[in-house]
């Protein structure tokens, strides 16, 4: 019976986004994203570690779409396989910062005397410290690696997720049908699992489509700044730093992967508007 | 099952909002608790379930069925609520959850403290749907397509599904129009003499709370300031404070029948 409420609540959700002309471009862009992905497991137009030496920046082409990059790679097929590493870290971060958000979320509104004050000053002074920051401090022990970028998304936004939906967790949890859970023999994680957090599942979803999008541009950014993903690593972020440093020389280069990031990013954000404008609907 | 509060005070933040309160509920029998907002009747309850707010302190002693539930342990408190003791709420759009479907609330009881499949559990929402007059279709509808009183008779129905021995009612009709008021405190009685168990049944109105108890107390500041069969209480209130309850109840609802009643 659950399983069904939620496939078809999620089916209601998907229909209502499809409708929005911006949610038709995210749900589109989106879907593409995870179709390259899969199809750059078996298959990218040129094999990942060819290099062809006479072609070296080389311009749009039959055999490059969009050309080369320095080493004479083809820019496509790193973009393709980029879209997988970059498709994971979104996943992960969304999964992670979604954890550890409801984490926080749960004992701020825990019903134990100082418990939630505790929690709310711990989150307050953290969410001080910058995403980059915390890559930085990850990387000394673990080295760049896809697992850092995770890991200091996570803990960011995983911050920023507990501080945006406590206020809705609140209300949820000062609720009468929370108080008449309580009534009816629940314990405090029973109500907070099954009663308060499918009351700020709209705030969870926004904030979290919005971390999926924000994720793409700290990879992008910390793997510019060394601190990414390792060194041959394809993502779109490593096709970006390789390439940068010539931009006034070969633009080009530096405009697949950056039109990449955008339209992805964007696609992300406009998810996350529409999942607010759905919510209000339902909620009317 | 049967109640007795002995010396129960209650007091938030250091501020007494209970004060001192002796209170029996014999084994099948209905007792009113009737005051004004803010005269502690909710908070005694809340004692009685153990359920009270952050900062609140407590002592005396509750008797449920010879439990004591003062400075009980949170989980054998967990195990009386929803199994021994239910509650129907005064507000029945906000205590039931929005995003969740009528069958999914009532069976939210039968599931904390029964190992039944869920056919078995199916089965026993139904079962409490149609004794509480709602049609099986509505089980699988969201609150806010029900209206006030459909409402009310989903929060009995979760309250009544594990046939708890004690039901606290808190102001169950407060939030309901007239008509519907008679109709959902008859419904309260019926099920619960059906059942053979005792309730606490909230309220500010007089004309609810002769409908729907035989004894009663009346709370005024958080103390006891009357008590008695609910007919005679109506009929000649002994103390100050309850013949202004009265006289108010009275002037308010121009009932000139409340008396005789």
């Known amino acids: ?284 | 099952m049967s109640v007795e509060v002995r010396g129960l005070n209650v007091a938030i933040d250091g501020r007494p909002i209970v004060r001192d309160v002796d209170l029996t509920v014999g084994d099948g029998e209905r007792v009113g608790l009737i005051g004004s907002s803010g005269s502690g009747k909710s908070m005694i309850a809340r004692a009685m379930l153990g359920l009270l707010p952050r900062g609140a302190e407590v002592s005396g002693s509750v008797l449920l069925g010879g439990t004591e539930v003062v400075g009980a342990a949170e989980r054998d408190l967990a195990d009386l609520r929803g199994r021994y003791v239910g509650v129907v709420f005064q507000n029945p759009g906000a205590s039931l959850n929005p995003v969740s479907t009528v069958a999914r609330q009532i069976a939210l009881p039968l599931r904390l403290h029964y190992d039944l499949t869920r056919a078995e559990r199916e089965e026993r929402v139904m079962a409490m749907l149609a004794k509480v007059g709602l049609d099986e279709s509505v089980a699988g509808r969201y609150p806010h397509e029900l209206s006030g009183g459909q409402q009310q008779r989903v929060g009995i129905a979760a309250a009544l599904v594990t046939s708890p021995r004690f039901i606290i009612a808190d102001e169950p009709t407060t939030a309901l129009d007239s008509i519907i008021q008679r109709q959902i405190t008859d419904l309260l009685v019926s099920l619960v003499d059906d059942a053979g168990a005792s309730m606490l049944f909230i309220t500010h109105d007089f004309s609810v709370l002769a409908r729907a108890t035989t004894r009663c107390a009346v709370i005024d500041d958080g103390r006891v300031a009357d008590r008695g069969a609910t007919a005679d209480l109506l009929a000649a209130p002994s103390t100050p404070e309850a013949r202004e309850l009265v006289e108010s109840a009275r002037r308010l609802t121009l009932d000139p029948t409340l008396e005789t009643r």
């Not at chain 1, 996570?154 to 859970?181: C, E, H």
């Not at chain 1, 999926?212 to 993903?229: H, K, M, N, P």
């Open chain 1, 1 to 284: 019976m659950t399983m069904r409420n939620l496939s078809e609540s999620c089916t209601r959700v998907f229909r209502a986004i499809w409708r929005r002309g911006s949610g038709r471009y995210a749900l589109t862009v989106l879907g593409l994203w995870m179709a390259v992905a899969v199809v750059s497991l078996f298959w990218t137009p040129q094999p990942l570690l060819a290099t062809d030496g006479y072609h070296v920046w080389a311009a749009p082409s039959a055999a490059h779409p969009l050309g080369t990059d320095g080493t004479g790679a083809d820019v496509l097929s790193w973009l393709m396989a980029g879209s997988r590493t970059n498709l994971v870290i979104a996943a992960l971060t969304v999964v992670c910062s979604g954890a550890l958000g409801l984490l926080l979320v749960g004992l701020m509104v825990s019903r134990r005397a100082g418990l939630g004050s505790v929690t709310v000053a711990v989150v307050d002074a953290l969410i001080s410290i910058p995403t980059v920051l915390i890559a930085l401090l990850l990387t000394v022990p673990f080295g760049a690696s896809v697992g850092v970028i995770v890991g200091a998304c996570s803990i960011a936004y995983g911050l920023n997720l507990a501080r945006v939906a406590r206020p809705a967790a609140m209300l949820a949890a000062r609720s009468d049908y929370v108080g008449s859970a309580f009534a009816g023999g629940a314990s405090g994680w029973y109500a907070f699992t099954r009663h308060v957090v499918p009351n700020i599942a709209p705030v969870l979803a926004v904030q979290l489509s919005i971390s999926a999008g924000t994720s793409v541009l700290a990879e992008a950014g910390l793997t510019y700044l060394g601190v990414g993903v390792g060194a041959g690593v394809p993502s779109w972020g490593h096709s970006l730093a390789t390439s940068v440093k010539f931009i006034n020389v070969f633009p080009l280069t530096v405009l697949w992967p950056g039109l990449v990031v955008t339209l992805a990013v964007v696609a992300l954000n406009l998810l996350g508007d529409a999942l607010v404008r759905v919510g209000e609907e339902v909620a009317r």
